[in-house]
DNA sequence: ACAGCGTACTATCACTCATAGTACACTAAG
DNA sequence: CTTAGTGTACTATGAGTGATAGTACGCTGT
């Protein structure tokens, strides 16, 4: 499904958020769809089941997945998911402080500009991160 | 001098080093000025001594600043700086990942960069951050 | 009844951050 | 030389977080 990856500066619940919220937003994982258990997805992680269940609570509490007692976990409705501006406010916030800190090295609007371009361009047929 | 967060998710040694490293880059700490002493700033700062040291540390070793034996911290020259580069991709990354981001929520390259115009315009003239 | 599911809880270990305190070598000023 | 101020080094402690292990409970579908 994904990789973790144990010596890096995210915590590794961390990662299990945000790589299933990706495949969520990405439409890898439809709308109604089982996410793997708690127990399968740690043993194919090589995980404890409470850092993915840590990871599970995190994306309810997010409202991107449901949980059904005794059933599993399931990925929420597009329609019900209201934090998708919250996610756009990271989004820009991120433009914002790569805006800065190419400022601080003393580019100018228009070389800032052109590296934007050229991002924009240069993961406009690329899937992956 | 500037202020840091407790209650953040940044630890305050690296508080430090970003608001020092900041105000080097944007000039308002000029090339050969002393910095405040470790034990200045950390009562300036209300902050453990070796907290403030382990951030002159940290720009010592990325070469912002350097330091001669019973004297005190300065300011390297832009010229002894190698590391601007480094600096420059990661603020490159902050945009890849901005743009990544808004892209996972829906949004069209066109919207992108309207919302990286406006960004453009909105810090062109702020000095804050 | 049983297996599989999410959930809850306690306990432990490791790591990092921040703190406190002490000590040493150096420099400049008196 | 003495003193004050500087960076530096070191040990120790407390708090917090992340990850782990183990156990247990209630729920669902077969």
């Not at 990662?15 to 709308?31: C, F, T």
């Not at 919250?86 to 090295?105: I, N, P």
Request: charged fraction near 35%.
């Amino acid at each position: 499904m994904f990789q973790v990856d144990l010596k890096g500066r995210k915590s590794i619940y961390e990662q299990v958020v945000d790589n299933l919220r990706d495949l969520i937003l990405s439409g890898a994982l439809r709308e109604d769809e089982k996410l793997p258990s708690v127990r399968e997805l740690s043993k194919s992680l090589t995980v404890n089941p409470n850092t993915v269940q840590k990871a599970y609570r995190e994306l309810e509490r997010q409202q991107y997945v449901y949980t059904v007692a005794g059933l599993g976990t399931f990925v929420e409705k597009a329609a019900d998911r209201p934090q998708d501006a919250e996610l756009r406010r990271a989004g820009v916030e991120l433009l914002r402080r790569g805006v800065r800190e190419l400022r601080l090295c003393g580019m100018e609007n228009t070389e800032i500009r052109g590296v934007f371009r050229a991002l924009l361009l240069e993961n406009a047929s690329k899937g992956k991160s």
